[in-house]
């Protein structure tokens, strides 16, 4: 069965930090880029970070949490991660990692997770 | 970054209407255009990749046309379980960006 699982969520102070695991099965993980994209209560969607297929040398995030969290994959164990430091209350969300899906070109998230809630609160 | 607004950010529909709802790009971004649907407490689900195709397992219903700044997903005739919010989401540029959602509702 083709499927990500979350995990790692939690109540968390201001200023801590919380690691995500992202567990892949079904498919061949290390030829797939993995992204982070979070919710807010009651709001859309933002997107937070992507780890590229191969070493996972190439990473990009957004603004809004760079310099605070770090993506990393392990190919062996089919897991991405994202370690969020600095935790402030507006990272409260619901996370969800998510396959980059290549299509001619036409890049999309194809496969989600049921996504984890970080909540960030003293 | 590419700002995504989509109008209505809600509407109230019935079963059988035939519903639209448009995503502007602050941008040209060319075909680069996916459509989600997402429903309360579910992760989001791809309906529309590339502006107009049509995901797997996706009813025909659905349908997204577009190019340039200017994209529209239309479903032809509303089911029950098509309530739910809609995401444009522009695959341009790195950072991907959304629009802000439209609430699909009940009349």
């Known amino acids: 069965q083709v499927r990500l699982v979350e995990s790692g969520g939690g109540v968390v102070q201001p200023g801590r930090s919380l690691r995500l695991s992202c567990a892949a099965s079904?498919?061949?993980?290390?030829?797939?880029?993995m992204h982070w994209v979070r919710q807010a209560p009651g709001k859309g969607l933002e997107w937070v970070a992507v780890i590229w297929y191969d070493d996972g040398s190439k990473k990009y995030y957004a603004d809004s949490v760079k310099g605070r969290f770090t993506i990393s994959r392990d190919n062996s164990k089919s897991t991405s991660y994202l370690q969020m430091n600095s935790l402030r209350a507006e990272d409260t969300a619901v996370y969800y990692c998510?396959?980059?899906?290549?299509?001619?070109?036409?890049?999309?998230?194809?496969?989600w997770g049921r996504g984890t809630l970080v909540t960030v609160s003293s | 970054d590419i700002q995504m607004t989509q109008s209505p950010s809600s509407l109230s529909a019935s079963v059988g209407d035939r519903v639209t709802i448009t995503c502007r790009a602050s941008?040209?971004?060319?075909?680069?255009l996916n459509w989600y649907q997402q429903k309360p407490g579910k992760a989001p689900n791809l309906l529309i990749y590339a502006a107009s195709s049509l995901q797997s397992a996706v009813p025909s219903r659905f349908r997204g046309s577009g190019s340039g700044t200017d994209f529209t997903l239309t479903i032809s005739s509303l089911q029950p379980e098509d309530f739910a919010t809609y995401y444009c989401q522009q695959s341009y540029t790195t950072p991907p960006t959304f629009g802000q959602g439209a609430k699909v509702e009940i009349k």
């Open positions: 079904g498919f061949s993980f290390s030829g797939y880029g």
């Open positions: 998510a396959r980059h899906y290549d299509s001619s070109g036409h890049w999309h998230f194809d496969l």
């Open positions: 941008q040209n971004i060319s075909s680069y």
